[in-house]
């Protein structure tokens, strides 16, 4: 299916053009046919399937689902937050499969610097475009500013030095199929991947991880190791697993 970026007039087909320029991708004014589409929105950037009704995925820390969770965040309740980082206090974190940043924001609440590795160009582009919303709003704009975006594969990224960068933690959220469809969390990602495909390469993030500090990976919980490696640690929840590694020696 075709993946275009809607215009409008004035300012909106200004930053119509030049997304669908960054992106390589076409510009269309009529939403028919196009099968997903691209939108600058009012309300930020917006990717929309073909379905009907559509799905619509944005990144929203402000408010929805993210601004509800942070106002309640308790970090004795959170299970990322006890399998990242233990009884310790915030550690940077490279998240190295950041998607749209949920994880990562959730930690730079708990006051963690993280690192977001993202290396599909559409979705740092919604991820972008909902960092620099949380930067703009007084409430998020601390937690946001503890978040650096860097468009990039992690495996090429890593292998290449990294900049230097030495995480406290490498934190690790393969995309996997999601199992709950009727779920609006669920239908995001069954959406993402319909387009982009599941991280079948994930298994090499976690022996070059581990190289560089400890490992933390997200999986469904009854989901097999990944790469077939048992972890030191495993934390568990209803539906989510967190599976820790210990670093090895280079």
């Not at 970026?5 to 997304?19: D, F, I, K, Q, T």
């Not at 590795?117 to 972008?128: F, K, M, P, T, Y």
């Amino acid at each position: 299916m075709q993946l275009a970026v809607l215009s409008g007039a004035g300012v909106v087909a200004e930053r119509a053009e030049a997304l669908a320029a960054a992106l390589d991708l076409p510009v269309v004014s009529d939403p028919r046919g196009a099968g997903w589409l691209l939108v600058a929105a009012p309300t930020g950037l917006e990717l929309r399937t073909g379905t009907r009704p559509p799905t619509t995925v944005r990144v929203d820390f402000v408010g929805g689902a993210m601004g509800y969770r942070r106002s309640r965040l308790v970090p004795r309740n959170e299970l990322l937050a006890r399998a990242v980082l233990g009884r310790q206090g915030p550690l940077a974190v490279l998240d190295a499969t950041a998607g749209l940043g949920r994880d990562g924001f959730i930690l730079a609440s708990l006051g963690c610097p993280v690192t977001l590795l993202e290396r599909s160009a559409l979705v740092a582009a919604l991820l972008a475009d909902g960092l620099a919303r949380g930067r703009a709003d007084p409430a998020t704009a601390p937690v946001c500013e503890r978040m650096q975006l860097i468009r990039a594969d992690a495996h090429q990224w890593l292998a290449t030095g990294g900049a230097g960068h030495r995480p406290g933690v490498v934190y690790l959220d393969p995309m996997y199929p999601a199992r709950r469809a009727s779920a609006r969390a669920g239908k995001e990602m069954q959406a993402l991947q319909a387009l982009l495909g599941d991280d079948t390469d994930a298994d090499g993030l976690l022996e070059i991880g581990r190289k560089l500090g400890r490992v933390v990976v997200k999986r469904p919980r009854l989901a097999p190791f990944l790469g077939d490696q048992p972890p030191d640690r495993q934390l568990g929840g209803r539906s989510t697993r967190f599976d820790i590694y210990l670093p090895v020696s280079r």
